[in-house]
C-alpha cells in the first residue's frame, strides 16, 4: 500500500450538492419502482428493473443498455490538446490515431490517481474525454488548475489547451451523453436501427454517424467484459428517444447492480475500490501498468509513479468461490487468508450465477493463478461483534478461513 | 404490500401472534430494498431476545441487513428452509419466509407496534 503523499497533492473539496435526476430520469421511472432507485455519484439512478442476476444474465446472453449519462465527458480542442493530454495522462496520448480510444490515468505530482479515464480522439486536434461519474468535479477542477497555473506540473511547462463540458447543454448540437448497448446481441440491435456499419468497428474504435435518427459516436468500448460491446454518445435531447428506440429492438434495460457485478465478474477496476480508494492502489497494482508508459519522456506524477512502479509488492487478483444460495456473500474489507495468515483484503464482490467473484488486494507472491485462498467474513451485526468476530484484520494477523475460494485469471472477456 | 392482521415495526419486520407465539419475519417493502437474497443467518433455538434486540441477519449480493426481533421472548423454531433457500422470502415474505416463532414473554410490547393500516400510513410517508 503506498502512502498518500502531500507533496504535489491535488486536493480537491466537493461541492456538497442534492442529488439530481440523470437525463433519463423519467424513462427509468416508467420501467421500475421509485423503491429501486438511489443516489449514485449525486445522480439519482436505478439499481435495477427486474432483477441483478436476470440484468447479469442478459447482458452475458443478449444485449442490455444502460444510463451512463451520469458519467463526465470532456472536450479538449485546439493545437496544443495532444500535447496537454499527453502530459496530464499516463498513457501515449501521441500514439492514438483519430477514430481510436484509449484507457489512461490522470495523477497529481504526487503520483494519486485522480482518474482513471478513456480518452477518444476524434481528429488531430479534437479529443473527448470520458471520466468517472464521481470523479467528474475532481478532474474538472484539477484540468482548470493545471489551465491556471495553479496545481503542481513538477516544475514543467506543460501545453494548455481548451476543455469544455460536451455534457453542459450550452455546448449547442454537439452536447454529448453516454448510453452502454453491451452483450453478443449488440451488433444485431443496432443493426436495427442504424444504417453504419458497426459489425466492422473494432475493440478501442468509434465512428461518428446516425443512429435512428440522432447524430452520435458510436464507440466500440464498455465495462461489462463483453467481447461485444458500444458506448453510443448521444445529445441529451435525444438520449430518451434514443434509450426507447433500443428497448423496442431488443435490449434490455439494465441497472448500476448489474454494472457493477458484470464488471466485477470480468475483473474491471471500479475508482475507490480497485484503485485509489483507502488502499491508495496504483495502476501497477491493480494490473494496469502497461497503460502508464515510463517511457514517456514526461507527464504528471511519472517521478512518484515510477518509483511505486519498482517497488510494490501488493497486487489485485480475482478470486472464484462458491455463490450457490445460502452461501454466506463476501464483502469489502473481509480478510483474504492464506495458510492461516491475513494476507489482504476483498476490495469488491458479486454474484454471477452460481459463483461469486471477488476482487481482492493482497500480497503479490501469495496470489498465484490456481492457488486456494480463504476469506474471513468481517462482523456483520452487533450479535457478530458479541460473539467476538472482528470489525477489520491486519495484513498479518492470524485467522481461521471461513469459506474457500482460489485464484482464477485477473481477467475474463465474455 | 402490506398483510392485515399483523403487526409491523418501523424497521419493516412483522409478526403474526397466535396466543403466546409471534410468528416473524420482514415486509415486503424490506425484501423490495434488499434484492435477491443469498443468505440468512437465523437465530438459534432458545435465544432469549428483547423488542428491537437483533435476530437474524438477511444478505443479498449488494447489502447485509439485520433483522430485529418486534417483540420480546424465547426462539422456539427457526425456519431452516432459508439456510439453503433463502429465496423464499423474495417469493413469500409474509408467508414460506418466515424467519423465526418467538414465545411472547412480555405482551405489553405489542402496544409499541403497528398495525397494517398504520405501517401503510409510515410506507407513504418515506
Redesign the interface.
Given at each position: 500500500m503506498a502512502i498518500k503523499s502531500e507533496k504535489g497533492a491535488f486536493i480537491f473539496e466537493p461541492a456538497n450538492q442534492p442529488p439530481a435526476g440523470s437525463v433519463l430520469y423519467e424513462e427509468h421511472l416508467k420501467l421500475t419502482?421509485k423503491?429501486?432507485i438511489a443516489e449514485f455519484a449525486g445522480y439519482l439512478m436505478p439499481?435495477?428493473y427486474s432483477?441483478?442476476?436476470e440484468e447479469h444474465a442478459a447482458v452475458r446472453q443478449k444485449a442490455g443498455i444502460f444510463d451512463c449519462t451520469h458519467m463526465g465527458a470532456l472536450e479538449v480542442s485546439g493545437k496544443d490538446a495532444e500535447g496537454f493530454l499527453n502530459a496530464v495522462a499516463t498513457n501515449n496520448v501521441a500514439l492514438l490515431k483519430s477514430g481510436a480510444a484509449q484507457y489512461n490515468y490522470i495523477l497529481d505530482a504526487a503520483g494519486n490517481v485522480l482518474d482513471d479515464i478513456i480518452i477518444y480522439r476524434r481528429s488531430a486536434d479534437k479529443f473527448m474525454v470520458v471520466v468517472n461519474a464521481a470523479n467528474e468535479p475532481k478532474v474538472k477542477a484539477y484540468l482548470s488548475a493545471l489551465q491556471n497555473g495553479k496545481a503542481s506540473t513538477e516544475g514543467r511547462q506543460i501545453k494548455i489547451a481548451p476543455v469544455r463540458d460536451m455534457r453542459d447543454t450550452k455546448s449547442g448540437a454537439d452536447c454529448r451523453v453516454d448510453i452502454a448497448l453491451q452483450g453478443p446481441e449488440s451488433v444485431e440491435i443496432l443493426n436495427r436501427i442504424t444504417g453504419q456499419c458497426v459489425r466492422d468497428l473494432k475493440s478501442f474504435t468509434f465512428l461518428e454517424g446516425k443512429i435512428a435518427g440522432a447524430n452520435c459516436i458510436i464507440a466500440r468500448t464498455g465495462y461489462t467484459g463483453a467481447k461485444i460491446g458500444f458506448e453510443i454518445f448521444v445529445h441529451p435531447r435525444d438520449a430518451a428517444k434514443l434509450w426507447r428506440r433500443l428497448i423496442e429492438v431488443g435490449a434490455i434495460p439494465c441497472g448500476l447492480?448489474a454494472r457493477d457485478?458484470l464488471r466485477v465478474e470480468a475483473g474491471l477496476p471500479l475508482y475507490g475500490h480497485e484503485l485509489d480508494g483507502p488502499y491508495n492502489i496504483s495502476p501497477f497494482e491493480a494490473g494496469y501498468g502497461w497503460a502508464v508508459k515510463l517511457d514517456k519522456e514526461f507527464f504528471i506524477g511519472k517521478a512518484a509513479i515510477e518509483k511505486i512502479a519498482k517497488s510494490y509488492n501488493m497486487k489485485v487478483a480475482r478470486v472464484e468461490l462458491s455463490?450457490e444460495?445460502?452461501?454466506?456473500?463476501v464483502?469489502q474489507n473481509d480478510g483474504i487468508i492464506v495458510n492461516g495468515v491475513c494476507a489482504g483484503w476483498v476490495l469488491s464482490?458479486?454474484?454471477a450465477g452460481t459463483r461469486?467473484i471477488a476482487l481482492v488486494y493482497a500480497e503479490k507472491d501469495k496470489i498465484a493463478e490456481g492457488n486456494a485462498v480463504g476469506v474471513y467474513y468481517l462482523a456483520?451485526?452487533?450479535?457478530?461483534k458479541a460473539k467476538g468476530k472482528k470489525e477489520s484484520v491486519k495484513k498479518g494477523e492470524k485467522l481461521e478461513p471461513e469459506i474457500t475460494g482460489k485464484i482464477i485469471s485477473r481477467f475474463e472477456k465474455f | 404490500m402490506v398483510v392485515k392482521g399483523l403487526f409491523y415495526t418501523d424497521q419493516h419486520e412483522w409478526a403474526k401472534v397466535e396466543g403466546d407465539i409471534a410468528t416473524i419475519g420482514i415486509t415486503d417493502?424490506a425484501q423490495?430494498?434488499l434484492?435477491?437474497l443469498?443468505?440468512v443467518?437465523l437465530p438459534d433455538v432458545g435465544k432469549e431476545v428483547k423488542q428491537k434486540g437483533?435476530i437474524a441477519?438477511v444478505?443479498?449480493?449488494?447489502a447485509?441487513s439485520?433483522v430485529y426481533s418486534p417483540v420480546a421472548g424465547k426462539v422456539t423454531e427457526a425456519n431452516t428452509q432459508l439456510?439453503?433457500?433463502?429465496?423464499i422470502i423474495n417469493e413469500d415474505c409474509y408467508g414460506a419466509g418466515w424467519i423465526c416463532k418467538i414465545r411472547i414473554t412480555d405482551k405489553v410490547s405489542l402496544e409499541n407496534l403497528m398495525d397494517s393500516t398504520q405501517y401503510e400510513e409510515y410506507l407513504k410517508g418515506l
Open positions: 419502482d423503491s429501486h439499481l435495477w432483477s441483478i442476476s447492480g457485478s455463490g444460495k445460502g452461501v454466506r456473500p464483502r464482490s458479486a454474484t461469486q456483520r451485526s452487533e450479535s457478530q | 417493502h423490495e430494498q434484492g435477491e443469498t443468505f443467518e437483533e441477519v444478505e443479498s449480493s449488494k447485509a439485520d439456510k439453503t433457500k433463502p429465496e
